[in-house]
Every structure is written in structure tokens, then in C-alpha cells.
């Protein structure tokens, strides 16, 4: 089903939903008249949605079909019936892999995102050529502790609606150095629609340990490591790459697809075209 199509840098990017195992997903495209290069596919952090590729879409589908997916319960996809783990949502991916019949393709992830992409590649490992991954954390048990403490709970909604407010001050302590307060507010409508879902990607990601999986992906992987929650215990990726890099960007925080989206495509294309 096909929805809005959204004129947003170079090419437009369309809203339409594909089925998957756990009902409908919500997939944001762009398509380019000529394709170029392989097909990217780029998963999102948690709580949010595909939202946060939007801009990126229209300038990385210049060259290739983007397809950023609502992970399921987030956005606008179904939900699972009960919490997943990262391999289920991998394995959801893999439907919009197979629905948009990409024989070969490129991942791009970000936080959970970025875990959903190493799974997807174990699961994948013939049809996953190259990994992005923004942001890669190795925790300490300390900061895995204060991680379920502080994002692994439910925001149970209050009749004042100081849930919300707390919701949004989560999001505001760790916005980019570039986002304005409309920019949050153009995204905090799929921070607060996972309900009492909320939680469970970060819970699955967090359950989800990189020194026991990542060493089985062959694929070349690329690191971005911004200037966000995680840049600490993302520093600590590099011994577990087989075939990879880390790339400091201090300069940048969340918001950087939005307000560094070109200098960003060139970082990416150089990795996955050379």
C-alpha cells in the first residue's frame, strides 16, 4: 500500500508498508530513476522510528534504493505480541529484505539500529556486503546496570501528563549540539507512540552483547562514533572488528543525518562503493 510521497532533498521519498511476521511495516524509499549502486537498508534507534533517516533518504537515494523501516511496534509497524530480542527484529527486517527482492544490499544502523544490522548480517551473510553502524557499544556491567535502570522501564502515563515532560527531557539532555527544540518536536511524536512498548527495543539491544556476535560478520563494517550517550563504551568496538574501522566525528551528536546529511553521504559512499 502505497502513501505520502515526500519531496525532501533529491529524490522524493515515498511512505507505503510491506508485510511482515509481525503484521505490517512501515517503510520509508527512495527510489532513484537510475540505480547505481546496491541497496541500502538503515534501521533505527530506540524509541523512535524511520522518521530519523527522512532527510538522509532523499540524499543517500540519489544513487541507490534507501529504505529505512519502523522496527516493529515502533512508528507506524505492528507489534510483536510479547518482547522481542534483536534476532526477531533481524529476522523482521529480513521480510522487508525479501519483500523488496534486494538479492545484495548494504546495512545502516543506529544505536539498536545498529545491532539489528550485525544480526541481519549473521542471519545474511550472503546478501549483507557492508555494515555502517553509528554507534557500537561495549558496555562495562556498571554502565549495562545504569542502561536498564534508566531506558528499561515503562513511562507509565500520568493524568497530569508528566510522563510526557519526562519523555521529553530525556530526549532534550542528549540532542545534538545543532537541534532546536522544533527539531525534537518533529520526532517526539514517535518517541511517545511505543506506549508501553516503548522499552523493549532497548531492553532486546541491551541483552544483545557485541563481543559475542560481532566477530562473526565477514563484511567490512564502518563505525561512526558521534558525540552522543555512547561515545564512551563505543571506543571499545574496535578490538572486535575482523574487517573494520572506527570513525571519531566529536563534532557531530544526534541530529547529524539532518544538519550534516551531505558530508555524511560522502563518508558513507566512500565506504560502500570502494
Not at 118 to 125: D, S
Not at 132 to 139: D, E, F, G, K
Not at 231 to 253: D, F, S
Request: charged share 25%; hydrophobic share 35%; net charge negative.
Amino acid at each position: 500500500m502505497k502513501g505520502v510521497l515526500l519531496m525532501i532533498g533529491n529524490v522524493p521519498v515515498e511512505r507505503s508498508y510491506v508485510d511482515g511476521g509481525y503484521g505490517q511495516m512501515h517503510v520509508r524509499v527512495a527510489r532513484p530513476e537510475k540505480p547505481t549502486s546496491r541497496p541500502l537498508m538503515c534501521f533505527h534507534l530506540s524509541p523512535i522510528s524511520g522518521i530519523v533517516y527522512e532527510t538522509w533518504l532523499g540524499e543517500i537515494g540519489r544513487d541507490r534504493v534507501a529504505v529505512a523501516p519502523d522496527t516493529p511496534g515502533y512508528g507506524m509497524s505492528d507489534a510483536p505480541d510479547r518482547p522481542p530480542t534483536i534476532a526477531d527484529f533481524a529476522r523482521a527486517h529480513g521480510d522487508v529484505m525479501n519483500a523488496f527482492d534486494f538479492e545484495e544490499v548494504d546495512l545502516m544502523g543506529y544505536h539498536t539500529g545498529s545491532k539489528i544490522s550485525v544480526e541481519l548480517a549473521r542471519q545474511h551473510p550472503d546478501r549483507v556486503k557492508h555494515l555502517v553502524l553509528i554507534s557500537a557499544p561495549v558496555y562495562t556491567e556498571e554502565e549495562l546496570a545504569k542502561q536498564y535502570q534508566d531506558m528499561g522501564d515503562v513511562t507509565a502515563p500520568q493524568e497530569d501528563g508528566s510522563h510526557l515532560l519526562r519523555m521529553w527531557n530525556g530526549s532534550w539532555n542528549w540532542r545534538g549540539p545543532e537541534q532546536t527544540p522544533a527539531d525534537l518536536m518533529r520526532k517526539f511524536p514517535d518517541i511517545v507512540q511505543g506506549g508501553d512498548k516503548k522499552p523493549w527495543g532497548h531492553r532486546a539491544a541491551f541483552s544483545y552483547t557485541y563481543p559475542e556476535t560481532i566477530g562473526d560478520v565477514e563484511a567490512p563494517i564502518l563505525v561512526l562514533n558521534t558525540n552522543d550517550d555512547l561515545v564512551v563504551p563505543t571506543r571499545r568496538i574496535a578490538p572486535y572488528l575482523k574487517n573494520g574501522k572506527v570513525l571519531e566525528l566529536p563534532q557531530w551528536g544526534h541530529g547529524f543525518l539532518d544538519y550534516h546529511t551531505k558530508e555524511t553521504a560522502e563518508i558513507v559512499r566512500n565506504f560502500l562503493d570502494n
